[in-house]
DNA sequence: CGTATAGTTGATTTGGCTCAACATCGGTGG
DNA sequence: CCACCGATGTTGAGCCAAATCAACTATACG
């Protein structure tokens, strides 16, 4: 075997003051609460946005802190991370360009309720939430939308919730590259690649379980040509089989 | 010992035909979302409102079907729960008068996502989603109290993720008595009494476990005198220890 | 290339589930 | 009013999935 890479990821190439005016127009419209606006009011609103360039790793807010803003990604990727009290962290989601995150509640008091960390370098918009409250009054169904979506997140929590009180750590392994796979999968040779550096670290903390259990899992999958993987990578070989997982044992 | 009733829960007297429209007005009025609005505007919002009858274990809606209203309790009480595949329940909340429960969603198309059964038998008000989204629309105010409740329940849902991927069933059972006590507790001579009929099988389903081993950690707490328990009643004589147990061990 | 980081695999331990037998409560009907 | 019986709760024994601890290997990056 020669000594090429052996990811299958495609290396980004990020332009560093990638925050053009162009691009916070396109991603603030582009946010499924703005998307009725016209190009004036969005204009308008994106006055109230600042913007900011992070590197790798680093930390947008953390768990605990009073939460004020609204951050969007215009370019980049971040992940949501809580701690258990075990030290190991809880993955609660991985986001890409268009996906928001932060405070979302209109009144003041609240607290982040998690930790965000850049995981590719990152163009993050912010908009305090006072600002945010006068547009979401100002549009009731922008409120409406964002409602919307938080009930969805809802809904998904208590999916996990259901799953971690009586399903395998196996299902929850499937359950979880199902979701990653729809949300970042992109058709390769390999199968279907997630397109994001992804630990057994991580998987562990989406599913609730230790790296070396994921692991274990992951090997049996591969065994099984279900999944094809490696270091920080992993690619979906077969659907189906990964689908009947998730309720089979 | 003599052959009176053991248990200390007070036995309710319900009127069957309750929803007078005092009472309908008097809720309405104490919903959050509708706290700011004058007596014009609620007696308005009344007339969406239609309400029913329930007796003990009738089931109002369930897990799956087409979500079409938001219910609200005028009197008595009802028990959401949802179905895990090992044919356990799991408890989602207890809900009294004056809490509303359904859906919250102003588009079309979602499903209940869970199952409400009426614990003691109840008069439930309820008003479909179009009439709903029409008057978010216009209060706005509304609509952002109504995210604010929701973001408040993700949070709470994201709390039990946590608790289930890395604390022990005692803890677990330790922090869900202390947030039924919260939620339902009065001082009695005995202690702390939660005030609904609540079996060894509900806790377990509050706290992603089998009702043996539930039983087993109350019979722990009891003999530590930290509560005291019976037939579907339970008070807690040592709230402090009760706390500490959350993040012992 | 060398090394730190990530991943694998095995051995051992254990919390909590399952199955099972029994005890107790409290509502019901004789 | 009391005896009975179904529902609820308790307790024990055995088992198993997954955690923990530990030694080792492979990978990618400088």
Redesign the pocket.
């Known amino acids: 075997?020669n000594?090429r890479?052996?990811?299958p990821l495609e290396i980004e190439n990020i332009e560093v003051n990638s925050c053009t005016i162009d691009l916070r127009m396109k991603i603030i419209h582009g946010l499924p609460f703005f998307q009725n606006l016209s190009d004036k009011e969005i204009s308008q609103i994106n006055k109230s946005f600042s913007d900011t360039h992070y590197n790798t790793d680093d930390i947008i807010y953390l768990d605990g802190e009073k939460a004020a803003r609204l951050c969007v990604i215009a370019s980049g990727s971040v992940k949501l991370v809580k701690q258990n009290r075990?030290g190991?962290e809880i993955l609660i989601d991985i986001l890409k360009p268009g996906e928001f995150f932060g405070n979302l509640d209109p009144f003041e008091g609240s607290i982040y309720q998690e930790t965000a960390v850049v995981q590719t370098q990152a163009c993050i918009m912010k908009i305090d939430t006072g600002n945010f409250r006068n547009i979401l009054n100002t549009y009731p169904s922008a409120a409406l939308t964002v409602l919307d979506i938080t009930l969805k997140r809802l809904r998904e929590s208590q999916e996990i919730v259901k799953q971690l009180s009586s399903?395998?750590?196996?299902?929850?392994v499937a359950y979880t590259l199902l979701k990653l796979s729809e949300k970042l999968g992109e058709e390769k040779d390999i199968g279907l690649l997630i397109q994001i550096p992804?630990?057994?670290?991580?998987i562990?903390g989406m599913t609730?379980?230790?790296?070396?259990?994921?692991?274990?899992i992951?090997?049996r999958m591969?065994k099984e040509n279900i999944i094809q993987?490696?270091?920080?990578?992993l690619a979906i070989k077969n659907i189906d089989l990964l689908n009947k997982m998730i309720d089979l044992k």
Not at 167 to 172: H, T
Not at 229 to 233: D, F
Request: proline letters at 3%; charged letters at 30%; zero cysteines.
């Open positions: 075997m000594k890479r052996k990811t075990n190991n399903y395998s750590v196996e299902s929850r992804l630990s057994r670290n991580d562990a609730g379980t230790t790296p070396e259990t994921a692991s274990r992951l090997s591969q993987t490696g270091r920080k990578w």
